[in-house]
């Protein structure tokens, strides 16, 4: 159970990668599978050819961040549709993560990288059978509270402003001076950036990287950010970004117990996952289900509409909060206070 | 202060649907001048704006502003010196963004993205001061999201976002044409007010006649891509409603004219 927790931890770091692109720029990031990959494959050959492990993981890092500029760069430079451009990178990204992961000394192609027998930044814990224990949770924990609170003093800087306005109304930051390609490229590696060290983190986690690490990645993080978001609201960005680091826990914890269920077996995960994510999105659409989170947690406030997500074809779009809560807000209180 | 030689565009050329939306249009605007532009719909105000703000690129011609050629210059980086305000309530304001946010962005306009804080507390009280002028009672939701506020309010805002940091050239496109007359009239308002506040130099489309003559010190009209008329302060003063009225009339017979020539 605490090992689920330290893996839903590490989630959490994909999953506000996955927050960044999808709720705050509003771009349909699937680089993600690709991205994730190309963290645990570069990080687990880098180890295997005897880099330290912290060295290792920013490298990790490092090539998600250019699995998310590639996304950038055909999207802004060449026109292409996000959705298509990452689609296009996730399929690039097989064959270069093939490639990666056949970088070894010993020169052999591979599909998979183990890391058993090697140090890794989790070798102390493993040493001291402390994986999967409350000290693991803690320190796992607080690496990640580190990086939400980067996410979040990021989002609040000047620059960070000029990101969230991009999301919200690209024309409007054109005539504010606010180079949108730039904003978009660069929130696009810090997000792949994030899913990098995600796998990077997980493959020393798990102790090994193989090609297919990364399919449905991209599920289980938006499954954790719309969870997270359902319950925590998005008021607040610090809230917001609790919210998605408690989603991905709790995700992964729902599993784990799903997988105690006899018939259940680890391949069905993906069908699992997909599942959660119709289910969130269907909950969060429903008014009563709305109302019931709203009245469950205390962080949302009844009459903070704007979370509430609308029966719209996107619900990743954040414009559409906000229409439904103009009309729910206007609706509801016809004087407006103020306006002479 | 802004200085157009020979702008042309044509929208689709060559194709069968080709519309020429400005042809060989010169203008030349004083520092401090504040012109209203009027002309039926289609005859072209909205595609010049969008080409002085860079928005649209040009076919021909330059597009000088303070004397610098800005014809290349993409809409980001003209917008340190020309600031916008949009008809649609929506166009000018980022929904999801708090009050003080939108105007933190409108406040760095053109200027470097640092990683510096958005917001202090200094910002915050000037932003609380900048938004009581609007007599809207702004300054007291400044946490409040944008996307709740009513269109009136979010055009004060976008104006009082377009104007506070003193642009070099104000444009507005038809920024009260989305809302009730009440509203309309305190937009024109405020309007009036930071234009003379700031010493603005502004470009105003309307098509309410009145506000046309009512507003700023010269007049152009314009038609089927051509600026057709221009009054000076002189002649604006003595206009009336009704002269312009004659005008337009004008316009739509040689408009049935040359129809019928070609
Ligand atoms: N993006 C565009 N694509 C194609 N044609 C366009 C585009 N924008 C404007 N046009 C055409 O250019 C011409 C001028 O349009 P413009 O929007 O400048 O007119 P306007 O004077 O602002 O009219 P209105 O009073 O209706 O706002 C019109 O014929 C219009 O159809
Ligand atoms: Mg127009």
């Not at chain 2, 860079?54 to 004397?67: E, K, N, R, Y």
């Not at chain 2, 996307?147 to 104007?163: E, H, K, P, V, Y």
Request: include cysteine; proline fraction near 3%; charge should be positive.
């Amino acid at each position: 159970m605490l090992g689920a927790v330290d893996q839903g931890l590490i989630i959490a770091l994909l999953a506000l990668g996955v927050f960044l692109t999808f709720r705050i720029l509003n771009f349909a990031d699937l680089t993600v599978d690709g991205s994730f990959t190309a963290g645990t494959a570069t990080t687990a050959i880098f180890i295997f050819n005897g880099v330290p492990p912290l060295t290792a993981t920013v490298a990790g890092m490092i090539a998600g961040a250019l699995a998310g500029l590639m996304t950038g760069v055909l999207h802004t430079k060449f026109h292409i549709d996000p959705l298509l451009a990452s689609i296009l990178v996730m399929l690039a990204m097989y064959t270069i993560n093939t490639r990666i992961m056949s970088l070894g000394h010993d020169g052999l192609e591979r599909t998979n990288v183990g890391l058993l027998s090697q140090t890794t930044i989790f070798t102390g814990l493993v040493e001291n059978r402390l994986r999967g224990s409350w000290v693991s949770v803690t320190l796992i924990g607080a690496g990640v509270v580190i990086v939400a609170l980067v996410v979040v003093w990021f989002l609040n800087t000047k620059f960070g402003f000029a990101v969230m306005t991009t999301g919200d109304n690209p024309g409007m930051a054109a005539a504010m001076g606010i180079n949108t390609t730039r904003t978009k490229i660069i929130t696009l590696m810090v997000s792949n950036g994030l899913v990098g060290l995600c796998g990077a983190v997980t493959a020393q986690y798990v102790g090994s990287s193989f090609i297919e690490d990364g399919r449905g990645m991209i599920l289980i993080g938006l499954a954790s950010v719309i969870l997270g978001n359902a319950i925590f609201g998005t008021r607040y960005l610090w809230l917001a970004a609790i919210g998605v680091v408690v989603g991905a826990v709790l995700y992964r914890v729902a599993i784990f117990w799903a997988l105690k269920w006899e018939f259940i077996k680890n391949s069905d995960m993906k069908l699992m996952s997909a599942v959660l994510v119709v289910i969130a999105l269907v909950v969060s659409q429903s008014k009563g289900a709305n109302a019931l989170v709203t009245r469950l947690s205390p962080w949302r406030r009844r009459s903070d509409v704007p979370e509430q997500m609308s029966v719209v074809p996107n619900p990743f779009s954040p414009m559409a909060e906000v229409d439904a809560a103009h009309a729910a807000a206007t609706a509801s209180q016809p004087s407006k206070k103020g306006t002479s | 202060m802004l200085t157009l030689t020979g702008v042309s565009k044509t929208f689709y050329p060559g194709t069968a649907n080709e519309r020429v939306a400005l042809h060989d249009v010169d203008l030349e605007l004083a520092t401090g001048d504040f012109v209203t532009v009027i002309g039926s719909n289609g005859a072209g105000k909205s595609t010049l704006l969008n080409i002085i703000g860079g928005s649209l690129p040009v076919d021909q011609g330059t597009v000088l502003i303070g004397g610098k050629d800005v014809t290349r210059l993409p809409a980001h980086r003209r917008a340190a010196r020309v600031a916008r305000v949009f008809q649609d309530p929506q166009a000018g304001t980022a929904p999801h963004l708090t009050i003080e946010q939108n105007l933190a962005v409108a406040l760095n306009r053109g200027r470097r993205l640092t990683l510096g804080r958005g917001l202090t507390r200094a910002r915050r009280a000037s932003f609380a001061e900048h938004l009581a002028t609007l007599e809207q009672g702004l300054e007291n939701r400044m946490n409040h999201r944008v996307g709740l506020l009513s269109g009136g309010q979010r055009q004060a805002l976008s104006l009082l976002m377009a104007t506070f940091t003193r642009p070099d050239l104000l444009l507005l496109d038809e920024h009260t044409a989305a809302l009730d007359p009440e509203r309309a009239e305190l937009v024109l308002r405020l309007t009036a007010q930071m234009i003379d506040e700031h010493r603005l130099t502004a470009l105003m489309v309307t098509h309410n006649m009145e506000h046309a003559l009512r507003m700023g010190n010269r007049l152009i009209m314009m038609h089927e891509g051509q600026i057709v008329s221009s009054l000076t302060p002189e002649e604006k003063a003595q206009a009336e409603v009704s002269d312009l009225l004659d005008w337009f009339s004008q316009k739509k017979g040689g408009l049935s004219d040359r129809t019928l020539l070609t």
